[in-house]
């Protein structure tokens, strides 16, 4: 489906251009030129977040958390299998798909740790990086915002795995 | 995020220090190079999609989605200007449309009009930025992939829970952002 939505999004937006006569390439390249600035500016919060994620994943710091949280996730109603996915999710894409990966080859596909991983995964977003990168040198006081994304992430978790048993 | 920085710095390091002290500085510089190779890839990434949106300020689609998610911002963004409420719904509707990419450079800019000099995170930025680290991507497209890849037997029966748990975290994230005004008022911008 989303393998159509974009290509197609991108053309549409050529095409209805060129039947208002708007200097496409111009336009393209009015926008385009921002890409280095964007990336040069961004780079620091990235390096930033990256180094401090590593380093609490490659201690083994992450692992610990996880199995610390495992009886406490039990409780809830959250496979205890998910605890190192939902300590890494916030913290870093690329490695909470590499562990989402990790659930459907352990347990196969389609059984419930994987349907619910898939689920919290999918409803959630990489909240130290959207915080570290929006708020790209503009923001040093968050005033909470970090707190209630990682809140309400958790919250959405939980009911990730509710919904997975009932759905 | 100082604390949440220096702290993960810390401990990582701390850890590191009593398993494997060789291996600490490498991990720092991994991570490093993480964001190095990420950084160049996102030019890649930025100079397609920031063009096509220079395309769509000129041919009325940015108008569109300004319009279409109008009802939305009004009411959540009361106090913002135009020009970020504009940029706020046009990250939103690419958002929506699974094109994350595209929302990046146009959160970054909603974030950079709301703020202006303020170095403390105004209620609105705050809202915003609430609403993008939770997530308000509805296609979970990548997953689905992965999951076929995996052989399951039917991908995409993950999509209604996905969408309903990525719309009740939002709500979550959002109602919290209303409680917690009062509390966090004392850092008022």
Redesign the interface.
Known sequence: ???Y??PA??AL??L??AL?R???FD??????????D??????PY???????????R????ALRLASLLSPVFRLIGVPPELTELIVVRPMSGSGS?GL??EV??LY???SYP??AA????????T??Y???????G?????????A??L???F??TV??CL??RL? | ?NI??CL??V??????LL?DPA??VG??L???E???T???K???V???W????????????SDLMTRLFRPLTRRLFKKESDKARALISQNLAANF???GSAA??L??EA??EM?GAN???KDG??L???L????V?F?????IA??EQ??????A??L???V???L???L??VA??YL?RG??RR?RP
């Open positions: 489906m989303s393998a939505v974009l999004f991108i937006n050529f209805v251009g208002r708007v200097p496409i336009a393209f390249l009015e926008g385009a030129k921002g890409a280095i964007l990336a040069k500016q961004i780079f990235l390096a930033a977040v990256l180094i401090a994620v590593t380093l609490f490659e201690s083994g710091l798909l989402l990966s459907y080859r196969g596909a389609d994987a349907r898939s689920v919290i995964v999918g409803s959630s977003e909240v130290f959207v915080a570290a990168v929006y708020g790209g503009k923001v040093k006081k968050y005033r909470g915002a970090v209630i994304a809140v309400a992430t919250a959405g009911i990730s919904l997975c759905l | 995020m949440v920085f993960m710095v401990l990582g390091l701390g850890a590191m398993s291996g600490a991990a720092a991994s991570g490093a993480n964001a190095v990420l950084s160049i996102m030019i890649a930025y100079a397609l920031l063009g096509v949106l220079g395309v769509m300020k000129r041919n009325g689609v449309l699974g094109i990046t450079p959160g970054i974030v950079a703020q170095p403390v995170a930025t705050v915003f930025l609430v993008n680290a939770c997530g991507q296609l979970p497209a990548t997953i992965l999951r995996a052989g399951s037997a039917s991908p029966d993950i209604l829970p996905t309903i748990a990525t009740v975290t939002a979550i994230g919290l952002c917690t509390i966090r850092q």
